[in-house]
């Protein structure tokens, strides 16, 4: 049987590790060809290249700012070159910077916007000419539950992954006609380095509102990902899944 994604060129930022990193392995283990970035090709960056090749696979990885206007019209630029083609976008690289927000500074504001939600703007603006030439594509974003529902001391974080949700169900009405699709996957809590930086004490009461009591693997993320990157979703568009063990 023909793998889901053979032939298919994908751009996944912010992926040495984390979520982003499961996606471009279960992409790669559908045949699809990667290139990643991330704000430095380190060790990590290295040790998932590398994996990714051994999947048979063409990858490369990229040191560039996500949240750079230019540095990402670069990266598209590049990819475009060297594979002739982009099928799938998606937006992961993201951070937190949370605090309450009384206590919030206007640079972590400013700076969890710029990389979050500036960002898949800067992305999205870069593929969609191609994306419209090709007349296909599908632009994937990583929001959050909280971008749904809130979320104490994450004023930041949460208004930017708000703030993907709609740029995806706008970026879905204004390309539809031209067969390119969009999409977000709204985590809830799933444990990656993002997440263990929190304390003992808050992944417990984390793991407490989630009615199926765990946390969330990123391979179960990822599998969501393939589902939106891949023609299984040919007629889904402007949605948000979420991906949250029934978290409210
Ligand atoms: P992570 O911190 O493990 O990985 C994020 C990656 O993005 C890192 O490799 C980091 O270096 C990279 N990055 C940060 N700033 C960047 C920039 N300016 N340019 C390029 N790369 C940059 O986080 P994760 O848990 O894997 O999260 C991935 C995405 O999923 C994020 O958008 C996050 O907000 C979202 N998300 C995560 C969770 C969770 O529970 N872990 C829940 C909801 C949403």
């Known amino acids: 049987m023909e793998k889901l994604l053979q032939g298919r060129v994908a751009l996944i930022t912010g992926a040495a590790r984390g979520i982003g990193r499961e996606i471009a392995l279960k992409f ?5 060809d990667i290139v990643f970035t991330d704000v430095v090709v380190n060790e990590q960056a290295e040790a998932t290249r590398d994996e990714i090749a051994a999947l048979g696979v063409q990858v490369r990885a990229i040191a560039s700012d996500a949240s750079s206007f230019e540095a990402a019209h670069e990266v598209v630029e590049q990819v475009v070159k060297e594979f002739g083609h982009l099928d799938i976008l998606v937006n992961n690289a993201g951070i937190t910077r949370d605090t309450l927000l009384m206590r919030m ?7 969890v916007l710029k990389v979050n939600l500036k960002s898949a703007f800067n992305f999205t603006h870069a593929v969609t000419p191609q994306m419209m030439r090709q007349r296909s594509g599908s632009i994937i974003s990583l929001s959050s539950v909280v971008g749904i529902n809130g979320n104490a001391g994450q004023a930041n974080y949460a208004a930017s992954k708000a703030g993907i949700i709609a740029l995806t169900k706008t970026v879905a009405k204004e390309l539809g006609a031209r067969g390119v699709r969009a999409n977000a996957i709204a985590p809830g809590f ?7 930086a929190l304390s003992e004490e808050t992944l ?3 793991v407490q509102l989630v009615p199926m009591r765990r946390g969330g693997d990123p391979e179960e993320v990822a599998k969501v990902a393939l589902f939106l990157a891949s023609d299984l979703s040919s ?3 402007g949605q948000v899944i979420q991906v949250n063990g029934a978290m409210a």
Do not use: H, N, R
Request: glycine content about 4%; aromatic content about 12%.
């Open 28 to 32: 790669a283990s559908e045949g699809c």
């Open 105 to 111: 500074t206007e640079e972590q504001w400013d700076l």
């Open 190 to 196: 799933i444990l990656t380095e993002m997440t263990k």
């Open 204 to 206: 417990k009461q984390f």
């Open 235 to 237: 007629y889904v568009s």
